[in-house]
Every structure is written in C-alpha cells, then in structure tokens.
C-alpha cells in the first residue's frame, strides 16, 4: 500500500471521566453524588502493557503521529455503562452529557478526531431523539451502545424506530460491548477469566438478537459494525446460524435468506485485532470490503506504538487489502466514502 495513503483508526478511545462529564450535564443531574455509572470489582490497570492515561488532546494527536493515523474514531471507556441504568431520565440526562463532552473535545482536531455518540436505549423516543440531535447537531459519526445489562435484545422491533433514525440519518450502529457478560454470569474469578468471556459472547448474542429478529432484512441501508472482538468468531458464527435457521426458519420470519449471506451483503462491518492469526481466513469467508481496523488505543491491551506498524509488516494479507483495511473499510463503514 502507498506510504501517503490516509490511515484511520475505526475505533480509538477516550478517556471519559467522571467530571468531564458532570461539566457538561443539566441540573439536578449534575449533582448526583458518587460515580455517575456503575463499574465492576475488577482492576484492568493490574498487568496490563499499556492503559495510558491519555486525556489531552494534543497528546493523542502526537502519538496518532506516531502511528501513521490520520484520523480517529473515538469510543467511550466507561460510557457504555448508560445502558444499565434502570433510571431512563437519568440515562438520557447522562447520553446528553458525554454527546456535548466528546463532541466538545473533537472539536479541538475536527479534522483528526470524530466522536461517536452513546444513546439511551432504555426509553426509544428519547433515544430517538438524542441521536437526531448528536449526529445534527454535535457532529457525531455513529451511535454504539453497549448491551449488558439491558432487559432486551437488539432484535426487538421495539428498538425499531433507534434504527429507523440511524437509517434515515446515514450513520451507523455501533455493537462494542465492554469485558461484562454473559447476562447473569457469576463464575468469574480473575478478571482475565471475565475478560476473555464477556465481550465476545456478549456480541455474539447482539449479533444473532438483530439477526433473527430481521433488522438487517428490514433496515438494508443501516450500516452495523461489531467492534473489538477479532473476526475470528464471525465465520463460526455464520456456520453457526445458519445450521439453526436452516431447521426453525419460523421463527426468524422476516429474514428472506441464510443469515451468512446478510453478514457478507456489505451492511455489516467486522474489526479485526492487528496480529490475529485468523485474519486471512475471516478475509476469504467475510470478503475485503467490510473488516476494519482499530487500535483499541489506550487501553491497556493496545499494541501502541506498534499497531500500524504490525499490519503493514504482514506476509499473510494482501497490500490491496491492508489499504481497505487501514482506510477506505471505515470510509464506507462511516458514511465518508
């Protein structure tokens, strides 16, 4: 690939604390005592190679330098935590807050960072209506949420009008859970354990929840991404899903083919970790069209400053498909294309 081609990180992060937020929230919200959102026991500081606790902007533009990235997508740290609020005023007086943060802080680089808005999917009419005012308003290039916690499953047509509005908006959904789940899981004693479990069996739930429930048959124009989870996973899945569908097709009646076939149409967007080894595999079930790249910077399983770096040093994918990958992938996922 050229040496000048224009990198882009389809999922960074942030580093949203708590009184970033505050700044930014309305009375009374504001004056809530203790965390604003839930965390877990765990610790993922604690052996960790890299958990950087970047919250300037000009640093992160300097070590973007670093790698090479032109431009990055920004993702919560602790926001996609909204979803579990049980209070719905609450969840969309904090979705309201961190949409003006981020907004307010990509607005140091426009050019360079882009922020992606969190929603509260708790109560669907204000949902509605934050995202029409975070994408028209601040800017925002997508919508995540993250799953957990939540009392229903994505592929409801209760969720319908979320994606009607992300559709008619041109802007993705964006799946990225955090390390929690399974729902109800209980059995974990290390957080590696945790780690290792939640995120991935967590999205794959999401993943079958809109597919059975006919999200990509009723929405074909929602672009949806499946973040920071391999690719890996994606051709089991397949298999997976399609064995089932094939014996109770009743009972995903709004879908019109195989549910491999929905995943590889171009609507559904995958990210694939750096390194990982089963990258050329998904790249032949998948095709080269809709795997993206993410840096996950800075968490503390990042690869900084030699992510960009270990992609381009491959033997084992293409230079055709590494510059998909590290740009034009996350220009079609985002719209920009």
């Avoid at 050229?2 to 937020?21: F, L, M, P, Q, T």
């Avoid at 990509?106 to 050019?111: D, F, G, L, Q």
């Avoid at 509605?128 to 993250?146: H, P």
């Amino acid at each position: 690939m050229s040496e000048n081609a224009k990198i882009i990180d389809a999922d960074g992060h942030v580093r949203d604390r708590d009184a970033d937020i505050r700044a930014h929230m309305e009375d009374p919200w504001n004056k809530r005592e203790g965390s604003l959102l839930p965390s877990d026991e765990w610790d993922s500081s604690m052996f960790g190679t890299l958990g950087m606790n970047i919250t300037d902007v000009p640093t992160r533009l300097r070590d973007m330098d670093t790698e090479g990235i032109e431009m990055s997508v920004l993702f919560p740290t602790g926001a996609f935590h909204v979803n579990r609020m049980p209070e719905k005023a609450y969840a969309g007086a904090f979705a309201r807050a961190y949409n003006n943060w981020i907004s307010s802080m990509c607005s140091e680089a426009p050019e360079r960072l882009k922020g992606v808005g969190v929603a509260p999917f708790q109560d669907v009419p204000a949902a509605v209506a934050e995202i029409n005012r975070a994408v028209t308003k601040l800017g925002v290039v997508g919508i995540t949420v993250g799953t957990f916690g939540m009392k229903d499953h994505l592929g409801l047509e209760l969720f319908w009008p979320i994606y009607e509005e992300l559709e008619r908006l041109n802007v993705p959904l964006l799946i990225h859970n955090s390390r929690s789940g399974p729902a109800g899981e209980n059995r974990f004693d290390t957080f590696l354990f945790k780690h290792t479990i939640g995120r991935p069996f967590e999205t794959m739930l999401d993943c079958a929840a809109l597919m059975y429930g006919g999200v990509p048959e009723r929405f074909p124009k929602l672009r949806i991404a499946f973040l920071e989870c391999g690719v890996g996973w994606v051709p089991y899945w397949m298999d997976r899903m399609d064995e089932e569908y094939e014996h109770r097709q009743s009972e995903a009646p709004l879908l019109k083919a195989m549910p491999s076939e929905y995943m590889k149409a171009g609507s559904w967007y995958y990210a694939a970790e750096p390194e990982e080894e089963s990258l050329p595999y998904g790249i032949e079930r998948i095709g080269d069209k809709n795997i993206v790249f993410a840096s996950d910077y800075p968490h503390w399983d990042g690869i900084f400053p030699n992510v960009t770096k270990t992609i381009k040093e491959r033997t084992d994918i293409s230079d055709d498909f590494k510059a998909k990958f590290l740009g034009d992938n996350a220009k079609a996922l985002y719209g920009w294309d």
